[in-house]
């Protein structure tokens, strides 16, 4: 069984520009998470898709968006980048919802912002 | 909140030796509880779980956790440590989301260095 898969692996963007990450979910699996890991920051949560439709944000500002398709899998838009966008992005699936679904991740994509 | 709180950013252990790493958490109702290891340029991979039931957890690569709800503890643990096992690992409460999802909330990591 094929895991979480993220592409780009590595991105190099300047301040200003947009960025767009890419996820494809576990087989079966309907909700798509989405996570930022920057240094100093921890790991903290974007967002979450489930069935096509945004159910969830964190404390991020309007910029980070994103959608997720018909065969479940995402995107992660982030327009305007900033310096402190700089960050490895991290997309999990899982299988059903509830706070008792563990989530299974991909590898990530690391954003420079230069 | 939900918060949670991995103390040692840090930790050596000789290999062959037995490991503990410590996990507090705050969360208001029963948590549902995890820890992830997440290996240089690679996403984070799920070690075991906790939601109920018997405290003591059995996961992959060898590794166990309690559950301690008096202590708000969730420490993680493995007898003999192998020199692969060199990562940063995470601790995570989940919370439930409106509309059913999951959000996790994960600790600062701890960086265990194994020394052959």
């Known amino acids: 069984e094929a895991g979480v898969t993220q592409s780009p692996t590595h991105l190099i963007k300047t301040r200003g520009q947009q960025a767009t990450l890419r996820c494809s979910p576990i087989?079966?699996?309907?909700?798509v998470y989405w996570y930022q890991q920057a240094l100093g920051l921890g790991l903290q949560f974007l967002l979450w898709?489930?069935?096509?439709?945004?159910?969830n944000r964190g404390n991020f500002p309007p910029r980070f968006s994103g959608r997720q398709f018909p065969n479940y899998s995402s995107e992660l838009n982030v327009n305007a980048l900033e310096l402190e966008d700089s960050a490895l992005y991290l997309c999990?699936?899982?299988?059903?919802?509830?706070?008792?679904?563990?989530?299974?991740f991909g590898d990530g994509t690391r954003l420079s912002i230069l | 909140a939900q918060s949670v709180t991995q103390p040692d950013i840090h930790i050596t252990v000789s290999e062959g030796a037995s490991l503990e790493l410590r996990c507090n958490y705050s969360?208001?109702?029963?948590?549902?509880l995890f820890w992830y290891v997440q290996s240089p340029g690679q996403g984070l991979q799920l070690l075991l779980k906790?939601?109920?039931?018997?405290?003591l957890v059995q996961g992959i690569k060898g590794f166990e956790a309690e559950f301690k709800r008096s202590q708000s503890s969730f420490n993680l643990r493995k007898p003999s440590v192998h020199w692969s096992d060199a990562a940063e690992y995470f601790c995570?409460?989940?919370?439930?989301?409106?509309?059913?999802?999951?959000?996790?909330?994960f600790g600062t990591g701890t960086q265990l260095k194994v020394e052959l």
């Open positions: 999990a699936s899982s299988a059903l919802t509830g706070a008792s679904q563990p989530q299974h």
């Open positions: 087989s079966g699996h309907t909700s």
């Open positions: 898709y489930d069935e096509g439709e945004e159910r």
């Open positions: 969360y208001g109702a029963t948590p549902y």
């Open positions: 906790y939601f109920s039931g018997d405290t």
């Open positions: 995570a409460v989940g919370s439930i989301l409106t509309g059913g999802g999951n959000k996790l909330t």
